[in-house]
């Protein structure tokens, strides 16, 4: 079994798309809660424009999945961390 074809380029666009994405989803989810409907919906609409470049990108190479994986957890985690840091939460 080979390896796909690999491209870093595209590999990074993936990872900072996808981190991108979480940040939108996290902004989101705290929109909802917050109960704040124009800013829900503009997440919501941010959200699925930036996830259908990282779909589309990684489904022609699974390779890109890990990338896809790492980036999401690199963009929720760094938001609930500046949430936190927004609303004076300790680490």
Same mark, same amino acid.
């Given at each position: 079994m080979?390896? *796909? *074809?690999f491209d870093p380029l595209l590999a990074l666009a993936v990872f900072v798309s996808t981190a991108a994405t979480d940040t939108v989803y996290v902004l989101f @989810?705290? +929109?909802i809660v917050s109960r704040?409907?124009?800013a829900? +919906? @503009?997440w919501s609409g941010a959200w699925y424009?930036?996830?259908a470049f990282a779909v589309i990108s990684y489904t022609q190479e699974w390779i890109y999945v890990a990338f896809? !994986?790492?980036?999401?957890?690199v963009g +929720?985690? +760094?938001t609930? !961390?500046?949430l936190r840091v927004r609303e004076g939460h300790a680490s």
């Open positions: 080979s390896l *796909p *074809p @989810n705290a +929109a704040r409907r124009l829900a +919906a @503009n424009l930036l996830s896809a !994986a790492i980036g999401s957890w +929720a985690y +760094a609930v !961390a500046w």
